[in-house]
């Protein structure tokens, strides 16, 4: 028996085998087998030489040829998501949720946010510090209103639901925040507003 094993230019594998086994008379016989990897795939050609019409040779033997993936060719898998984020408002359906690209701030962002909003005695510096933070970050409808309750001054609360509703990642959930407002004209003003969001 004789075997050789070939690599070729792009690293798939290729082997021949060569065996002498006798015929039914006792005769040689040369047999033949040649197997190459293709991709994923595996071609096998069997070239038998002597008597084709001869009877099979009295012993067999089966060989098993499993297949493996080269280790270079694997891909690896990509880092799995986190299961839950923590935005800071508890259980928030609207946490996991994506707007434009972006996800609501986290729990510690947003605490940061909230500190800074708070430390703002004055509602007008307040509403500006709001403004001007919710041009680079993204809030949930539970954020968004926890955000609304700090402006005691309706008017005021109705600018800056205005102004962050674009930053909303799920804003159909805070359609209810409606009740909010006293004034029927600010809070019907309020839910054309937010219905008009679309995430």
């Given at each position: 028996m004789e075997m050789n094993v070939h690599v070729d230019e792009d690293g798939m594998p290729s082997s021949q085998i060569r065996m002498q086994v006798p015929d039914a008379d006792g005769?040689?016989?040369e047999m033949r087998q040649e197997m190459r990897v293709k991709n994923s795939g595996m071609r096998m050609e069997v070239k038998v030489k002597g008597d084709p019409g001869a009877p099979p040779p009295a012993h067999r033997e089966v060989v098993e040829v499993q297949?493996?993936?080269?280790?270079?060719?694997r891909r690896p898998r990509p880092p799995a998501e986190p299961v839950f984020r923590d935005c800071g408002?508890?259980?928030d359906p609207g946490c996991d949720m994506a707007r434009d690209?972006?996800?609501?701030?986290d729990a510690e962002t947003y605490r940061g946010f909230m500190t800074a909003l708070k430390s703002q005695a004055n509602e007008i510096s307040r509403q500006e510090m709001a403004e001007k933070m919710l041009k680079r970050q993204y809030l949930t409808a539970a954020q968004y209103g926890q955000v609304l309750d700090l402006f005691v001054n309706e008017i005021s609360r109705l600018e800056v639901a205005t102004f962050a509703a674009r930053r909303v990642v799920n804003p159909q959930h805070a359609l209810g925040f409606a009740s909010k407002w006293r004034n029927s004209i600010s809070s019907e003003e309020y839910t054309e507003m937010i219905a008009e969001q679309q995430p």
């Amino acid at each position: 028996m004789e075997m050789n094993v070939h690599v070729d230019e792009d690293g798939m594998p290729s082997s021949q085998i060569r065996m002498q086994v006798p015929d039914a008379d006792g005769n040689p016989q040369e047999m033949r087998q040649e197997m190459r990897v293709k991709n994923s795939g595996m071609r096998m050609e069997v070239k038998v030489k002597g008597d084709p019409g001869a009877p099979p040779p009295a012993h067999r033997e089966v060989v098993e040829v499993q297949e493996e993936q080269p280790a270079s060719r694997r891909r690896p898998r990509p880092p799995a998501e986190p299961v839950f984020r923590d935005c800071g408002t508890g259980r928030d359906p609207g946490c996991d949720m994506a707007r434009d690209g972006q996800y609501a701030m986290d729990a510690e962002t947003y605490r940061g946010f909230m500190t800074a909003l708070k430390s703002q005695a004055n509602e007008i510096s307040r509403q500006e510090m709001a403004e001007k933070m919710l041009k680079r970050q993204y809030l949930t409808a539970a954020q968004y209103g926890q955000v609304l309750d700090l402006f005691v001054n309706e008017i005021s609360r109705l600018e800056v639901a205005t102004f962050a509703a674009r930053r909303v990642v799920n804003p159909q959930h805070a359609l209810g925040f409606a009740s909010k407002w006293r004034n029927s004209i600010s809070s019907e003003e309020y839910t054309e507003m937010i219905a008009e969001q679309q995430p």
